[in-house]
């Protein structure tokens, strides 16, 4: 009797190859938890701020290691240096005379990815990393198999994430009720705005042009916000979060707001909504309801001149760029990984164009835009522009409804790589829209 599943045909060499796989992928968590130790040690400071690529006893003295553990630095720096965070030099020192021996002394500096991590540097990814890899998010992990066996029923007010089954509560309570993982939170989504949000006004400038209002839904402590309200002057921009996440917030310039509230009960009016890192939190019933406020708000602004639209900054999963011919499997494998993030955490989840597309329908709305990449050249602006012409021809349609994605899926490591391809091959965006 033969075995199943092909197992009968494998050769040696293919199960030992199998079980490599196994193998590899049972250990990711080591690659993140290295990662975490990095940061918590601040190794890139320490070989930043030392001027010049450092030796491992320079950088030994720097940590704070203690004398006992010292020896264990150079395998933590091996693991770190194979994955691309620091680069490893060998620096032949010689003796004073010929009789003396060579001495190869190895001398490890930053990479463009440990130049995230700069504590002081425009685009700390670090606070990040550290909530990422908290135990709040990464123990409800181990309850996922019993949580996938357990009766979720369908009332949507009672639903269970793992992260509820851990904490006891859902993941926004939480952030509201402990202040360690509230501020643990709000200081991740800082980073990350700070980030996209130059990327955002220096390349995706076309966006808000003729913008009068916007308001950032769901915008946390306004660091997206922010740099849209310097970027723009004449756009008055409201930062819109839970009451308890603005309180007490104010607006460093005179078209910067904070305004409290429910995003399911009533958004205020303006021009354009964002919502960035917002959709993906939410099932589709839940998201159906906020975009149906958005549309709400939208269609109530005055002093559009037509302009009206919803700027959505999140990811479209298993896009591939088909100019490139190429299966990007790194960048998908991180977008399903953050799916299975929110699996874990809310009940959102990670959307395909034709699951966008599904939700943006049951919101009344009638375009969207894709655009899967930050790089807008000067043609890029061009069929922004040429899109805003044919949602004003079809004003008839109940208003003019426009619903832009900014796709994130190449901001892990490969963002600017790719702006400058597409830039040196003059090529578009790929771009998706329903009429
Ligand atoms: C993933 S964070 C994104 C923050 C910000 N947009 C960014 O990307 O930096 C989601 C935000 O939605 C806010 N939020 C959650 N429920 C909300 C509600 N019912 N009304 C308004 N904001 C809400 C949270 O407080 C949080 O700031």
Redesign the pocket.
């Known amino acids: 009797m033969g075995l199943s599943n092909g197992e009968v045909g494998a050769t040696s060499h293919e199960l030992l190859g199998a079980q490599a796989q196994i193998w590899n992928h049972m250990f990711q968590f080591i690659n993140s938890m290295a990662l975490k130790c990095a940061v918590q040690l601040g190794i890139p400071d320490v070989i930043h701020n030392h001027g010049q690529p450092i030796s491992l006893s320079e950088l030994i003295a720097a940590l704070n290691v203690h004398p006992s553990r010292a020896h264990f630095v150079s395998r933590l720096m091996r693991i770190l240096v194979h994955s691309d965070f620091f680069a490893q030099h060998h620096h032949v020192h010689r003796g004073c005379d010929d009789m003396e021996e060579e001495e190869a002394v190895v001398l490890y500096s930053l990479t463009p990815t440990s130049r995230l991590l700069l504590k002081d540097g425009p685009s700390n990814t670090t606070p990040l990393i550290l909530m990422i890899l908290d135990p709040v998010l990464t123990t409800p992990f181990h309850l996922m198999g019993a949580w996938l066996q357990m009766n979720g029923g369908d009332d949507p007010a009672t639903i269970c994430t793992p992260f509820k089954m851990e904490n006891g509560m859902p993941f926004?309570d939480l952030a509201a009720q402990e202040p360690r993982f509230g501020n643990l939170f709000d200081e991740a989504?800082?980073a990350?705005?700070k980030l996209l949000g130059r990327e955002v006004v220096e390349e995706c400038g076309g966006v808000f042009e003729g913008l009068k209002s916007l308001v950032?839904?769901?915008?946390?402590t306004g660091?997206?916000a922010k740099a849209i309200a310097n970027a723009f002057p004449s756009i008055n921009c409201i930062v819109?979060?839970?009451p308890h996440?603005v309180a007490n917030l104010l607006g460093s310039t005179h078209n910067l707001g904070f305004v409290g509230?429910?995003?399911?009960v009533e958004i205020p009016p303006a021009n354009a909504i964002l919502l960035?890192?917002?959709l993906h939190?939410w099932s589709d019933e839940e998201s159906v309801k906020i975009l149906k406020k958005c549309r709400e708000a939208i269609l109530l602004s005055k002093n559009d001149e037509g302009n009206k639209k919803i700027i959505i900054i999140d990811i479209v999963v298993g896009h591939v760029d088909k100019k490139e011919k190429m299966v990007d499997k790194k960048s998908i494998e991180t977008q399903l990984m953050f799916d299975m993030l929110m699996m874990s955490t809310v009940t959102g989840k990670e959307r395909s164009e034709s699951e966008w597309k599904k939700i943006f329908l049951a919101a009344g709305f009638t375009h969207y835009n894709i655009t899967h990449t930050f790089g807008f050249s000067e043609e890029e602006n061009v069929i922004l522009k040429k899109c805003r012409e044919v949602i004003f021809l079809s004003k008839n349609e109940g208003g003019n409804k426009k619903i832009i994605i900014i796709d994130v899926v190449v901001l892990w490591g490969m963002l600017i790589t790719r702006r400058r391809w597409w830039m040196r091959n003059q090529l578009t965006p790929s771009s998706g829209s329903i009429c």
Do not use: R
Request: no cysteine; hydrophobic share 40%; aromatic share 16%.
């Open positions: 926004w989504m800082e990350d705005s950032d839904v769901g915008g946390g660091t997206m819109f979060d839970q996440v509230g429910d995003m399911f960035k890192w917002i939190d």
